[in-house]
């Protein structure tokens, strides 16, 4: 008798459970390493270019307002002298600070401009230099009628009120 080999069909395999992964292939890795490249790149330069910008932004506005208290100082000094020079003296002494007109009234102000022996003639104007907490001062280069030059150097202050700059005196 011929014995009948029969195989007995093989068990199937048993199907993952949950959490397994499913076999796929791996992700491609050709060009992975560039677009990391350029996406680093482009982040540095929007970094640099906001940090950048953000200095660049406070230096131009330090500069803008070392100009503008110059040209406010030019202004208020400026109209000070011709107020001198045109022998306006009400005029230079509502242009002077408090401090000063506490310590001067309008009369004394007046006479003491008046005894004095040099008349502004001529004035240049120089930069203004911040002093810290003590203020501004602004050197002035003064020709007088007498053919003499001489270098003063005039306090400012701001008015508190108006925000204005005046003269406080001058060394």
């Not at 007498?146 to 701001?158: K, S």
Request: net charge negative; glycine share 12%; hydrophobic share 35%.
């Amino acid at each position: 008798m011929i014995a009948a080999m029969t195989h007995a069909p093989a068990p199937s395999p048993v199907p993952p459970g949950p959490g397994a992964a499913p076999p796929f292939p791996a992700a491609p890795s050709e060009g992975g390493g560039t677009r990391l490249g350029w996406a680093l790149g482009i982040a540095g330069g929007l970094l640099a270019l906001c940090c950048g910008g953000g200095l660049v932004a406070g230096v131009g506005l330090a500069v803008t307002g070392v100009q503008a208290i110059n040209e406010r100082a030019h202004v208020a000094v400026g109209t000070y002298l011709d107020a001198l020079r045109e022998k306006k003296y009400d005029q230079a002494y509502e242009l002077l600070c408090e401090d000063e007109q506490r310590r001067l009234d309008l009369e004394r102000f007046t006479s003491q401009e008046q005894s004095r022996p040099e008349r502004i003639q001529s004035y240049e104007l120089g930069e203004v230099e911040l002093q810290g907490t003590s203020g501004i001062t602004l050197p002035v280069t003064e020709r007088y009628t007498d053919g003499d030059t001489e270098r003063v150097v005039y306090r400012l202050a701001q008015d508190p009120k108006t925000t204005d700059l005046e003269v406080c005196g001058r060394e």
